[in-house]
Structures are given as structure tokens and as C-alpha cells.
């Protein structure tokens, strides 16, 4: 046959392949759904702006996004070498060995279980004040926190998740009502000009290096999610170049929307009265930004569809990281069983009641939702996520001193090892001024125990290693080397041949 | 499908076509309504790892260092030279993982075409509201595979090599349960065992079949 006639058939397979392989719009999407960008820019600001009382959170946002992409670097370069859907869980038991891998799994188990109880703090109330202004219905915070998790719970066990253009569409939404929201609110500063104190890096340390880790925390929990993309690294048509630009371009949408909409409400109520307006308003901070009426409902009603989609996706992300420690035997072996239609019953009924019971206690304590559940366990997540990368950093440092594997030194040494030292600090000085962060007092115990909390599952997870190391070794050498393991084989090709 | 064609479709039998994959769609079915009992993506890569094991067992096709290759003896059917087609066609080897995800795109419905030509499955046409699907002519006939196994695990003597590769894929792709409910504890071990025992190329591309779908779940493509 000819050469273009064997051309044409060689390329049969690799394109049929190609076909089902994902872009960067879809891998941006995944992100983005986790990131949920109207929960932050209205439920988080806000109340960081009240809680904490500092006023340099634009600065935050875009130091943040700088110090992320340094992290980035080093992260994905790893990530092209290590296939893996567990990402974080894998690269450090790659880098650092199996005890570390084992605490790893478990500090980013319990981190995305405190983010994803921690939504049902705000999607309670903003349920419940739609449904009041709209609807006339009367009900408190957490019967609409609790129909959303009932709906959460039912949607995890038929594997329901929001994807492909529902979740395309939204984001847009979410995104374009922010921006709108933010020029308008620049367009009427507050004293008719426009102040750009709140962005200077001189906000960072208005009351010292202990401000700055406060911030970094908040600013951090922006940006949560965005270490997602190499999940869907064996999916893409080209993880080489898709995984990379997904990330860093997640982290400078990210960065410019939360800085331009946390810039827009301190420049439009004032900077010195921004905290004012914050503790009295909560997500009306955001809403009010642009004086349109329209505007600020839709903002409302998405407000509400964005809690419950990031609700969602990280149910997911719970669930499917517990089915994958359950199926190395790191976590229960039930696990990592499915039922039918493969869905992961166990894992999803499991998350589902630990959000239950959590919902629980703080209703009957008659707890504060965004205060106390969301934007205390929200920042406790974002903690435990620092703490993740910044041992990532040190994992992907160890994994290239082995051996190069062809990357330059800026991918494997340089730029991580920036990271960590930025990340470390900003985890210790954080965890220091763990009650000013949370907006407490230095005595309340939520300010030494959610921190303790990671420390526990860590050595829990070191102590289970070494267990499974002396007693179950043929269970101990397929920690962290996920479902390949059991084949030789490497994963499906993805370059075009 | 109409009623003047069904006088030269076969009557289905409860040993079945003899084919793995034609087994495997069949189990991976419910028997009365037809609904699948996997994730769409699992029941083509199963199908697809079914295909497969299929011409591996009638030494069409090979296993070479991981790679699928052609094999000394002619396809049996039209499906099975139509995939000895794409392999030749194919200008450098390709790994097994790659044959799964490439043949899952079309596995269902060319195994329930070929299921419903050899009078197994009926066509239901397509509504507005719902797409067209296949339902078994006979539900004792489309719940024989899932006898058959479940005789092999239970029974002392040695099962033969395409019924034990039937069991693994079907474990490999998340219905270990619906095989192993009622048997006692000790079949879902004696499964282990023998397909341990199953020649290396099975072997291969049920593992293969068991890492696409768990890292496909993983992936939230599942």
C-alpha cells in the first residue's frame, strides 16, 4: 500500500485515542469546579475581612499566586515522571518513602474533609436567606445545610457530578459576575478616589510577619484545587503540556479575579472601613459591590449554586481518594470496593456521615455556621493543604536528586526549594498565630486543636506504615504506586505517535 | 427485529455462543431488563479486554512483551478479523492498554450486534426520550454465563480456561459481587487462584483490564 495510505492507518489508533483525551478547557474546568470561585470571592473574603480584621487580602491573593506558580514548577516537572490520580499522595511516597507517603495521604484526607464539611457552613445560610427573601419560607441555617447534604449524599451514591458543559457554563457565570461586580464596585470608590493601599505589599505586614501568615492562610484557601489538573494527567491528549498550562493558567485567573474583587470591596467601602462592612454585611459585601439590583441577585442564586457545586466536587475528591487508600490497603479495604455501576458506595457513605455528624454537633452547639464551620474548618483545610506542598516541594527535590531524568535545575531543585522554605514559613508562623487567624481568643482550643489535628493523623499515618512494613510487606510495596501497579505495563500512550 | 426476519434469527441455548466476550456482555447485563450493570466506560473496557481474551484463546491473537500481536491461526468471525485488521493495520506494536481503550469505543455495540445476530438480544428502537438499547430474548439464556461461573468456583474440579477468564475480567471490572453472592468465602480465593493459573497472556490483559478501570475511576472518567 502507499506511504500516505499507510500513513492514514497508522494513525487510526492514536487518533480514535486522541478523540477521547482531554484539553485544557476541560482540564480548567475540573479545577476551576473545586476552586469555585463565587464561594470564594463571597464567602471567604468577607468573612476573612471580618475574622481577621486585615485589610492587605488583595496583596495576599497576588503573592500567593507568585509563590503557587514557584511551587508549580517543580510540581508538575514531578508529576510528568510519577502517573498517579492520587497527585499529592503519590508524588511524596515517590519522593520521600512510603511512612511519609502513608502521613501524607492521611493529612490530605483529613484537609479535603474539613474543606468539603466546611461549604456546608455557608451553603446553609445562603440557602436559607434566598429561601426567606424569595420564597418566604423560615428555616434555620442548618435543616437547608442538611437538605443539601442529603442531596450530596444521594448524588455521591449514584455518581452524579457536575461536569462537561453544566459545570463550563457556571463557572463563566461565577466569573463573569465577579468581574462585573468588581469593576463597578472600583467605579465608585469609596471618597471618589480610587486607593490602591490594599494591594501593596506593605498590607502584608501591618502588624508583622505574624500578619502575613494569617493572610497567606486565607489567600491559600483561594486557591485550593489547583494542584488538581495532574488527577486528569493519564486523560489528556498531551499531559506534557496540558497539565502545565491548566495549572498556571488556573492560578493566574485565580489570582486576578479574587485580587480585582477583594481590592474592589476594601477601595469601595474604604480601606478603613472595609472590616466595618464586612462583619455587618458577610457575602453582601460582594453582592452590593455594583448597586444593580439584578446584578447582585444573580450573584445570590449562583452564590448558592457555587457552594453546592464545590460541596459536590469535593465529596467527590474525598471519596475517590478513600477508595484509592482503600484499594492499597492503606485505609479499610471495604473501601475500595464498588458496588454497581462501579461507584464506590462504601467511600461515599463514609464522607457523607462525617459530614452529618459534624453539621450536627455544630448546630446543637449552636455554633456560628460561616464563622465557626465554614471559615474555621475552611481555613484548617487550606493549612493542611500548605503543608502538603510545602512536603511535595521536598518530595520532588528527593525524587530528581536520585536521578535528573533529563529536567534542568531550575524544574528540580531551584524553584521547590524556594517553595518549601516560603511554605514552611508561612505553616509555622500561621499555626503560631493559629487564634488571630481564627479570629479568637489565644485560649479557645479550636486555636491548638485543628492544627494538632494534622500532627495526629501524621504519626497515625507514619505508625500504620511501619506496621504494614513488618507485618503485611506484600501490601507495604504497593503503597503509593496506585491501579498500574498490579501490571507492568505503562499508562496508555497519550503523545501522538 | 421485524417479524419476517426472525424466522433466520438462531434460538439462543443455554451453553451460550462460546465466545468470551459474547459471555461477558451477557453477565455484565442485566438479564431481564438488559440496564448494565457497570459504568459505561467499565463495560467497554471489559468488553474490549473480553475481545481480546477471545482471540488470545483461539491463538489469533499474542502477547509479545506487552505488546498485541498477530497470531498463527485466521480469525473465527467477522468481529474478530475486523480487530486482526486494525492490529495489522497498526504500523509499530501497540501495548494492551492501548487496545483497551481503543476497541472500548465500539465493544458493546459490535458484541450486542453480534449477540442479537446469534438471537441472544432483541433491538428495543430508540424513543424520544430514551436511545435504542438490546434486551435479552431469554433471561435463563442470559443468565447461564453467571451459572456457569458460579458452578466452576463452587465445584472441586478444575474449570476451564475461558470460564476462568470469564471470572477474572468480570472481577477485574467491578461485578465480583454479583458472581461470589451466595458462594461461600472460599470462591472469591479459588478465583484468585485459578486465574493465577491462567496462561500469561490472559493473565496480561485481565490485569491491564482491572488498572485501566480503577485508574479510569480515579480519574472521574467513570
Not at chain 1, 478547557?25 to 473545586?34: E, H, K, T
Not at chain 1, 493542611?384 to 535545575?409: H, K, M, Y
Not at chain 1, 524556594?418 to 509555622?428: F, K, W
Request: hydrophobic share 55%; charged share 10%; aromatic share 8%.
Amino acid at each position: 500500500m502507499s506511504r500516505t495510505q499507510q500513513a492514514a492507518r497508522r494513525s487510526s489508533v492514536s487518533s480514535a485515542l486522541a478523540r477521547d483525551r482531554l484539553g485544557v478547557p476541560a482540564v480548567l474546568s475540573f479545577v476551576l469546579a473545586g476552586v469555585a470561585p463565587l464561594t470564594v470571592a463571597a464567602g471567604v473574603i468577607p468573612t476573612a475581612y471580618a475574622t481577621t480584621g486585615l485589610t492587605g487580602i488583595p496583596a495576599a491573593f497576588l503573592v500567593i499566586a507568585v509563590i503557587l506558580a514557584v511551587f508549580s514548577a517543580g510540581y508538575v516537572t514531578m508529576a510528568r515522571h510519577v502517573t498517579h490520580a492520587g497527585a499529592l499522595y503519590a508524588l511524596i511516597t515517590r519522593g520521600l518513602g512510603r511512612p511519609a507517603g502513608v502521613a501524607a495521604a492521611l493529612v490530605a484526607l483529613l484537609s479535603y474533609s474539613f474543606l468539603q464539611v466546611g461549604l456546608y457552613g455557608a451553603l446553609g445560610p445562603a440557602a436559607a436567606t434566598d429561601a426567606a427573601t424569595h420564597l418566604r419560607w423560615h428555616a434555620p441555617w442548618w435543616a437547608w445545610a442538611l437538605g443539601a447534604w442529603a442531596l450530596i449524599a444521594v448524588l455521591g451514591l449514584v455518581r452524579v457530578e457536575i461536569t462537561g458543559r453544566l459545570l463550563g457554563v457556571l463557572l463563566s457565570a461565577e466569573v463573569i459576575v465577579i468581574v462585573a461586580q468588581t469593576v463597578l464596585g472600583l467605579a465608585h470608590p469609596a471618597d471618589g478616589h480610587l486607593s490602591f493601599a490594599t494591594l501593596s505589599p506593605a498590607a502584608l505586614g501591618s502588624h508583622g510577619f505574624a500578619t502575613f501568615g494569617v493572610l497567606a492562610v486565607v489567600a491559600v484557601l483561594g486557591f485550593v484545587g489547583f494542584e488538581q489538573a495532574p488527577v486528569l494527567g493519564e486523560e489528556t491528549r498531551h499531559p506534557r503540556r496540558t497539565i502545565p498550562a491548566a495549572t498556571y493558567t488556573a492560578l493566574g485567573l485565580i489570582a486576578i479575579v479574587y485580587a480585582g474583587a477583594s481590592w474592589a470591596m476594601a477601595a469601595h467601602n474604604g480601606t478603613g472601613r472595609v472590616v466595618a462592612a464586612a462583619t455587618a454585611q458577610g457575602p453582601g459585601l460582594l453582592f452590593g459591590l455594583s448597586g444593580n439590583a439584578a446584578l447582585n441577585q444573580a450573584a445570590q442564586w449562583l452564590f448558592v449554586t457555587s457552594l453546592f457545586a464545590a460541596a459536590l466536587a469535593f465529596h467527590n475528591a474525598v471519596l475517590r481518594y478513600s477508595f484509592a487508600l482503600g484499594r492499597e490497603n492503606v485505609l479499610p479495604t471495604a473501601l475500595g470496593r464498588t458496588g454497581g455501576s462501579n461507584i464506590p458506595k462504601a467511600a461515599s457513605l463514609v464522607q457523607s456521615a462525617t459530614g452529618l455528624a459534624v453539621i450536627g454537633a455544630y448546630a446543637l452547639a449552636g455554633a456560628s455556621p460561616m464563622q465557626d464551620l465554614f471559615f474555621d474548618l475552611g481555613t484548617t483545610g487550606g493549612l493542611g493543604n500548605i503543608i502538603l506542598l510545602a512536603a511535595t516541594s521536598v518530595a520532588v527535590i528527593a525524587f530528581f536528586a536520585r536521578d535528573p531524568r533529563g529536567e534542568n535545575s531550575w524544574h528540580r531543585l531551584t524553584a521547590p526549594a524556594m517553595a518549601v522554605v516560603v511554605l514552611v514559613g508561612i505553616a509555622v508562623l500561621a499555626v503560631q498565630h493559629y487564634a488571630a487567624l481564627l479570629g479568637v481568643a489565644p485560649s479557645d482550643p479550636t486555636a491548638w486543636a485543628l492544627p494538632a489535628s494534622y500532627a495526629v493523623v501524621a504519626v497515625a499515618g507514619l505508625g500504620w506504615a511501619l506496621i504494614l512494613r513488618t507485618h503485611r510487606p506484600a501490601i507495604y510495596a504497593t503503597i503509593g504506586l496506585g491501579p498500574h501497579a498490579i501490571t507492568r505495563q505503562p499508562a496508555p500512550a497519550q503523545e501522538a505517535r | 427485529m421485524s417479524a419476517s426476519g426472525s424466522s433466520r434469527v438462531p434460538a439462543p441455548s443455554l451453553a451460550g455462543t462460546g465466545r468470551l466476550a459474547d459471555d461477558f456482555y451477557l453477565m455484565a447485563h442485566h438479564e431481564r431488563t438488559g440496564r448494565s450493570l457497570l459504568a459505561p466506560r467499565a463495560a467497554g473496557f471489559g468488553l474490549a479486554g473480553g475481545l481480546l481474551g477471545e482471540l488470545i484463546l483461539a491463538d489469533a491473537l499474542d502477547i509479545y512483551r506487552g505488546d498485541v500481536v498477530i497470531g498463527p491461526t485466521p480469525p473465527g468471525d467477522a468481529l474478530a478479523a475486523t480487530i486482526m485488521g486494525q492490529v495489522a493495520g497498526e504500523a509499530t506494536r501497540r501495548p494492551v492498554p492501548d487496545w483497551l481503550a481503543f476497541l472500548s469505543r465500539t465493544a458493546p455495540s459490535a458484541v450486542a450486534g453480534r449477540l442479537e445476530q446469534a438471537g441472544y438480544l432483541v433491538a428495543i428502537e430508540a424513543r424520544p426520550w430514551r436511545p435504542s438499547r438490546w434486551v435479552p430474548s431469554d433471561p435463563d439464556c442470559a443468565f447461564a454465563p453467571v451459572a456457569r461461573v458460579k458452578a466452576a468456583l463452587d465445584l472441586t474440579q478444575p474449570a476451564d480456561a475461558q470460564t476462568v477468564a470469564l471470572a477474572g475480567l468480570a472481577a477485574a471490572c467491578g461485578l465480583g459481587a454479583r458472581l461470589t453472592a451466595y458462594l461461600p468465602a472460599r470462591s472469591r480465593i479459588r478465583m484468585e487462584q485459578a486465574a493465577g493459573r491462567l496462561d500469561a497472556d490472559l493473565r496480561e490483559v485481565i490485569t491491564c483490564t482491572q488498572a485501566t478501570v480503577g485508574a479510569a475511576l480515579l480519574a472521574h472518567r467513570l
